[in-house]
């Protein structure tokens, strides 16, 4: 495959699905990366939103089909499977929280299946379901990205979220003068008045900054190491279009490299979840902690 082929080839799967407001100002589907970096802010990848909300009500339909047939009797693979999910994200949250909030397990759960199963679409072979979403719509060139959490929108939209809920619960718990304090009181303090209304611009500018790195911290981990995962498994299907040899080195390269990866989708959505829990029992305690 030559370098300009292999080029396109790479950019091409790297490129999101958008619909925007296009240069003649009418709205409708950018048809090169230039046009959508041009459709500015409000332009909408319609591939990472789309298979994220099917993988969604993936995840709701079935735990709720297996809601509604629970048994106390010898359950069935499906209801192990979740009870088995349900009990890993308890304990996660028993053991991590230290509030009382009836949220939180759900919030937990949601992610950490919501998330795997985002990630779980790097799995598929890369051009599997681009060439399907071509032939559906009758356009060979559609850009079409099937791993939401190799968009950096997504993740950061999760973040977001995430850090809405830790700004409300923080307010809620400690009241916007504790929440406040909390900004500007920590880390250094001193009995001398005159000496802690001069440590309060330096506390703020370090728990502000310690405040807005969590969600950007949490959209950029899981995007970079689905990105990395992504651009590795396209980089392996460049080698099936360039002779036997490197068909086959391929073919084992990419198998090895699923089987890794499997470790980086899981731990990923764990991680996620993880730092999600533990912010929000931040979020929760009192001045006194």
Do not use: C
């Amino acid at each position: 495959m030559a370098a300009e082929n292999a080029s396109g080839y790479i950019q091409h799967h790297l490129s999101n699905l958008t619909y925007g407001r296009l240069p003649t100002g009418e709205w409708g589907f950018a048809h090169s990366a230039e046009q959508a970096k041009a459709m500015g802010f409000w332009a909408f990848h319609v591939d990472t939103l789309a298979v994220s909300v099917v993988l969604g009500l993936i995840f709701v339909l079935l735990f709720w089909m297996v809601a509604r047939k629970v048994t106390s009797g010898q359950p069935g693979g499906a209801q192990n499977f979740v009870e088995l999910m349900v009990e890993f994200v308890d304990n996660s949250v028993k053991d991590t929280f230290h509030g009382r909030n009836a949220l939180i397990a759900p919030l937990a759960l949601t992610i950490f299946v919501w998330v795997f199963l985002m990630n779980f679409m790097d799995l598929i072979p890369v051009d599997w379901l681009p060439m399907l979403a071509a032939k559906i719509s009758g356009n060979e060139h559609l850009f079409f990205r099937v791993v939401p959490t190799t968009d950096p929108n997504a993740t950061l939209g999760l973040a977001l979220s995430v850090f809405a809920l830790l700004l409300f619960y923080s307010i809620k718990v400690k009241g916007i003068g504790g929440f406040i304090g909390e900004l500007t009181l920590h880390p250094f303090s001193s009995k001398n008045m005159a000496v802690q209304i001069l440590l309060v611009p330096i506390n703020f500018l370090l728990e502000f900054v310690t405040l807005i790195a969590k969600p950007v911290s949490l959209a950029l981990r899981l995007f970079g190491n689905l990105y990395a995962g992504e651009l590795i498994f396209i980089l392996i299907a460049i080698m099936f279009a360039n002779g036997v040899v490197l068909g086959g080195l391929g073919i084992v390269l990419q198998w090895a490299w699923a089987v890794f990866h499997i470790l980086i989708i899981v731990l990923q959505a764990f991680i996620f979840m993880m730092l999600t829990i533990v912010y929000l029992s931040m979020a929760h305690e009192d001045n006194d902690h």
